[in-house]
């Protein structure tokens, strides 16, 4: 079939009316010839964009060529310089604004698709057993790094193969941080994509010691005065949930989304052969509009609720991805937009039997440059419900800053460390992720956790 070069090759997606009653992967990926094609849209610029928008820096241009090709071992072990996590990375970065939203393609067309064509290759690796290698000489030093989500796993790689001992200490009892307890199994599977991923990394020599909290277990400074390790690395991230303080957001039945993601995921309680309690609501309101509380509501109408997402601004303004809320509203989640809750209603057992929320509208810009919700005096009404999910945004868990003497924080609670190096106050101690930047992306966490490994090198080649 003819090949149009001005539309990426559609990808292929579960039914909408089938996926909202399972937990597979909606989207199903490229085949070898869908990739194929694909890649023969790419221009092979000589100066990348797409390369300038990747916060990993991957040789995209590099890799969609031997895709073109036909040598996808090739293209896994171009991608494997860049990257530790390729098969996660092509299923939730954000694309549109980062490598395709800087694709020449997309001015007169659509941007090449290069997230499903680094999925397709990353996923083709997986299934054909390509592995990374190492060939760095041991360093005889010691790293530990605290927390096991894409930044600490990022930061680990890279250092393993500059040949440092490194030692990641997580305080779940699983390694993977969000990409395993918070984004669900229908967007990122965790047995078929995300173990496999860190398994990559543990291959490169990297050990993960789970149920260990730091702070509590032992702290970064007995990590390095007591016991051994010449540099830490903080990729704790930011899973403190927020809440909006009204009346009523104590009552059975409202979860933050955190928690109620984590049940579902980490704790597998969609799966019958789990016993994980979780309140299976008939109708669900989740407040909140970005990508996690997608992923609460998406989660929630596939244990069977009527779903209805309360945002207090318009659609315009929905901080989701556009992929997401298309997928969501696809699925049968009802958007109700310009509203705010003001009180959750509870009945005589203490249990969620309501919510109140009160009409908006929107006025001037604030800060951020979005038009700032007003309230519409005298609107108020009640929705009726038996479940709410708090989405409003996590902060980093204060921890560790608390824990750790001379670590400068700032009023968000975030670790305050160089954007090069990830050098905080403390010296030897580095951070990134969403620790230092608040909640953000897996490739941004990935970036700093890069940025790191090199700012460590550097700071450990000094040190006898
Ligand atoms: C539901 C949800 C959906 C998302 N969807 C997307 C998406 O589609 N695309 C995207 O790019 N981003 C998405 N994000 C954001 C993205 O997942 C995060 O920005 C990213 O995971 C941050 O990585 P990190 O390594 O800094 O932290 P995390 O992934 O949060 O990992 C931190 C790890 O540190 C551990 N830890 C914390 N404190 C301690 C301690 N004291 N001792 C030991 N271990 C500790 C935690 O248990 C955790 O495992 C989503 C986030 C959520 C919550």
């Given at each position: 079939m003819a090949i149009d070069m001005m539309k990426k090759v559609p990808v292929r997606e579960q039914e909408p009316k089938v996926r909202?009653?399972?937990?597979?992967?909606v989207c199903l990926g490229y085949n070898k010839e869908e990739a194929m094609d694909e890649a023969t849209r790419c221009l092979n610029c000589k100066n990348p964009q797409c390369v300038v928008g990747c916060p990993v820096s991957i040789n995209i241009p590099g890799f969609i060529d031997e895709v073109k090709k036909g040598d996808f071992k090739k293209a896994s072990e171009i991608i494997a310089e860049s990257s530790a996590l390729p098969a996660v990375c092509g299923r939730v970065c954000p694309q549109e604004s980062q490598c395709e939203g800087k694709c020449?393609?997309?001015?007169?067309g659509e941007a090449v698709s290069i997230g499903k064509l680094e999925r397709f290759v990353a996923d083709w690796a997986r299934e054909n057993g390509v592995k990374p290698e190492v060939k760095a000489e041991k360093k005889g030093k010691k790293v530990a790094v605290i927390g096991s989500g894409p930044s600490g796993l990022t930061c680990a790689g890279d250092l393993a193969k500059l040949g440092y001992d490194v030692t990641i200490f997580e305080a779940l009892h699983k390694a993977g941080g969000v990409l395993v307890y918070g984004i669900p199994e229908f967007r990122l599977p965790k047995d078929k994509v995300v173990q496999p991923e860190i398994e990559n990394v543990e291959a490169l020599g990297v050990k993960i010691e789970t149920d260990v909290v730091i702070g509590k277990s032992t702290t970064i400074d007995a990590l390095l005065e007591e016991e051994g390790f010449d540099a830490v690395y903080v990729?704790?991230?930011?899973?403190l949930p927020k809440f909006m303080g009204i009346p009523g957001e104590q009552a059975l039945g409202v979860y933050s989304a955190n928690e109620f993601l984590t049940r579902n995921n980490l704790m597998k309680a969609y799966r019958d052969d789990y016993d994980t309690p979780i309140a299976r609501g008939k109708k669900v309101v989740v407040v909140g509009g970005g990508n996690v509380a997608m992923d609460a509501a998406r989660t929630a109408l596939r244990l069977g609720a009527e779903v209805h997402i309360v945002y207090r601004r318009s659609e315009a303004e929905l901080p989701a991805r556009a992929e997401e809320v298309h997928h969501a509203k696809e699925e049968g989640i009802i958007f109700d937009l310009l509203q705010n809750p003001t009180e959750i209603l509870e009945d005589e057992n203490g249990w969620v039997k309501g919510i109140k929320v009160i009409k908006m509208e929107l006025g001037e810009p604030d800060a951020s440059g979005r038009r700032r919700p007003v309230e519409i005096e005298g609107s108020e009404y009640e929705i009726e419900c038996d479940t709410v999910i708090m989405s409003l945004g996590t902060s980093p868990n204060p921890l560790i800053s608390s824990t750790t003497k001379g670590l400068e924080i700032n009023k968000r609670q975030c670790i305050v460390a160089d954007e090069d190096t990830g050098a905080t106050s403390k010296s030897g101690v580095y951070a990134g992720g969403d620790a230092v930047t608040g909640a953000a992306t897996v490739i941004l966490a990935m970036g700093a956790g890069k940025a790191a490994a090199k700012g460590i090198d550097e700071f450990l080649s000094k040190v006898q």
């Open positions: 909202a009653t399972n937990f597979d992967e020449v393609r997309g001015i007169k990729g704790s991230g930011a899973g």
